[in-house]
């Protein structure tokens, strides 16, 4: 029994130069498929133990390399799989929690509301706050319609103002 275990370190030491030389493109492969260094690694050493646990079986290290990409590559796509599950999950759990519905049934009427108000004002401020609820700041407001910080604050307190004024409506 002894002896056996000897020879099977002894078959196996080839592997450290198979694992340094293989490793990092390997990663560079995974990484393709998970857009992650992190999961990609993860990967990588999980299927090296694979071939590692095999090593002895195997004849020659060419069918080792494709042995071993063969297993990053469906490791890698049960990764994904498995997010998708995931994700699917989440999304269901949100459709289907009564909390998560009326909030955003809620916020829907809000915003159609915040868009009439809006319609109704003159068309500088109409601007403003239509840029406004596209995210821009308010110096890329001043910058983009040419017009003062101020006017842009004081305009966009009034936005304030009514998505407060129609929340508080709501609730």
Known sequence: MLIESREVIKDKKPFKSFFN?????LVVFAKRFVDSEDVAED??????VVVWEKWTEIKKEE????????IVRNK???????????????????VENPVWFENNVLEQEV????RKAISQ??????EI???????????????????SVNTIKVT???LQFFQNHLLSKEM
């Open 21 to 25: 030389e293989v490793y990092p493109p």
């Open 43 to 48: 990967i990588c050493q999980e299927s090296m």
């Open 63 to 70: 069918d080792a390399r494709f042995f071993l990409y063969g």
């Open 76 to 94: 890698c796509l049960n990764y994904l799989k498995h997010l998708r599950v995931e994700d699917d999950y989440i999304k269901k759990m949100k």
């Open 111 to 114: 915003f159609i509301m915040l």
């Open 121 to 126: 004002l003159a068309p500088q401020s109409k």
């Open 129 to 147: 706050m239509n840029l406004s609820l596209l995210g821009m700041g308010n110096k890329e407001i001043s910058d983009e319609l040419d017009i």
């Open 156 to 158: 966009t307190h009034v």
